[in-house]
């Protein structure tokens, strides 16, 4: 049995506190709706159920000496059912098993592998392995429990149990902007600090990075909603060709999370809707925030400026003890102050308070190495057509709220929780 205070108990600890986590967010579904597709783009609701043990099955069990006792449903959760010549998904919900062949494989999979987990290795560097392999399957299924809330979020209310009170925030945010002075940003993790990270965090290296002036808060609602007023989803010149495109497109009109009722405009909460709060942070596409920093005669901020502006020189390495944020199905938090330790600037809420897009392309570092057990994690989006977010949303794990963790999007997808704010145009983009 497993030593209680082992590197290995600590990581079994965390995956189990996240399989908590994603069935607690698969419980909000009224079960008759669990084959439904909030989102187009993405996979039935169901899909999830299957495809978080199928991963961990698939990462873990041949190093742990295990054979499949269900193949066919290995392969089935581990990609779905592919849509035809990259057209939206088409499956209909009888292309799939029963629901009760979802939560059978769910159980059956976390019983293996957790039987073999427990047991100790005798050789170190085969153990050293199972502990990569197991930051890969904690970060991953936190990483869907985030994707799995926003998809919640873009269901009808009737289709979820619960409710829920959105707080207000207490203050209200002033536009006001921050003088970053010339300095370095360090980007990245270096691969001999023993630090956990995914194959795009490597190699650290530091960038010069010139002066330039950040908002202080992000962008919010109130903000947003004077584009909005002033015609900005119409005029032309603020926004690019594909943007432009796409937005006509789709009918885009708002953003993803507002809703208008009764001449109001109101914000789509998980369990209701409630009047839009002025004071929170707007949540939008890459698209629909650079057609605002347009109209606002600024720019979105690069990769290395909003590292600069958040840990200075330092890449966050003295500022790194992050506590594990509470489970809420909010998305917002008033201040991100109280999970995370100040930067060297006075930026307020760059972690844990919404994603915020960058205008730098997701792009490998210097010495970038894929991962050979996940190939297709990172370098497949390295293609010129998804945009860096940086920070994390209160629906992002705490060990994710590491300094050099780097989250992607293409511009066009506008149900993440992520918001922006925009920097002066004077200085080079990084």
């Known amino acids: 049995m497993l030593n209680t205070t082992s590197p290995r108990s600590r990581l079994l600890s965390r995956l189990h506190n996240a399989r908590a986590d994603t069935d607690a967010l698969f419980a909000i579904v009224k079960p008759e ?23 961990d099955w698939n990462l873990l069990s041949a190093p742990l000496g295990l054979t499949s006792e269900h193949p066919s449903l ?38 293996r592998l957790d039987a073999a987990l427990h047991r100790e290795d005798s050789n170190a560097d085969e153990s ?18 985030e994707t799995l809330s926003y998809l919640l979020h873009q269901m009808p209310l009737d289709n979820k149990h619960g409710s829920a009170a959105s707080s207000q925030l207490a203050h209200r945010v002033v536009e006001e902007a921050v003088s970053i002075p010339t300095g370095e940003a360090t980007l990245g993790v270096s691969s001999l600090s023993g630090q956990f990270g995914w194959d795009n965090e490597f190699e650290a290296h530091a960038v010069e990075v010139p002066a330039f002036g950040i908002d202080k808060y992000k962008v919010t609602n109130q903000q947003y909603l004077a584009f ?9 010149e603020f926004w690019s060709d594909p943007d432009w495109l796409w937005k006509d497109a789709n009918a885009i009109r708002q953003p993803a999370f507002w809703l208008q009722q ?16 002025p004071d929170w942070p707007v949540y939008v596409s890459h698209a629909e925030a650079s057609a605002y920093a347009r109209w606002a005669g600024r720019r979105l901020p690069s990769e290395a400026q909003w590292q600069r502006a958040a840990f200075g020189a330092d890449g966050g390495a003295a500022n790194d003890d992050f506590s594990e944020p509470p489970l809420r199905f909010d998305p917002f938090a008033v201040d991100a102050g109280d999970l995370i330790p100040p930067g060297p600037f006075p930026v307020i809420g760059l972690r844990g308070n919404g994603w915020e897009w960058t205008a730098s392309l997701f792009a490998p570092f210097t010495g970038f190495h894929r991962f050979d057990f996940y190939p297709g994690y990172s370098e497949p989006f390295f293609d010129g057509s998804h945009f860096v977010l940086k920070g994390g949303s209160v629906r992002t794990a705490a060990s994710m709220l590491r300094p050099s963790f780097r989250n992607w999007f293409q511009p066009h997808y506008p149900y993440v929780y992520a918001g922006f704010r925009c920097v002066d145009r004077q200085g080079e983009s990084k």
């Open 33 to 55: 709706f669990l084959f439904e597709r909030p989102i187009s783009e993405r996979h039935r609701l169901a899909f999830y159920v299957g495809h978080l043990e199928a991963f």
């Open 74 to 111: 290995d392969t089935l959760f581990a990609f779905g059912i592919d849509p035809v010549d990259g057209q939206l998904p088409s499956d209909v919900p009888a292309d799939w098993p029963p629901l009760r062949e979802f939560f059978r494989y769910r159980e059956q999979a976390r019983a």
């Open 128 to 145: 050293a392995r199972i502990e990569q392999l197991l930051n890969v399957a904690i970060e991953h299924r936190q990483m869907h429990a």
């Open 228 to 236: 909005l007023n002033d015609d900005g989803y119409v005029r032309r």
């Open 262 to 277: 009764d001449g109001r405009w109101h914000w789509r909460s998980m369990f209701n809707a409630i009047p839009l709060p």
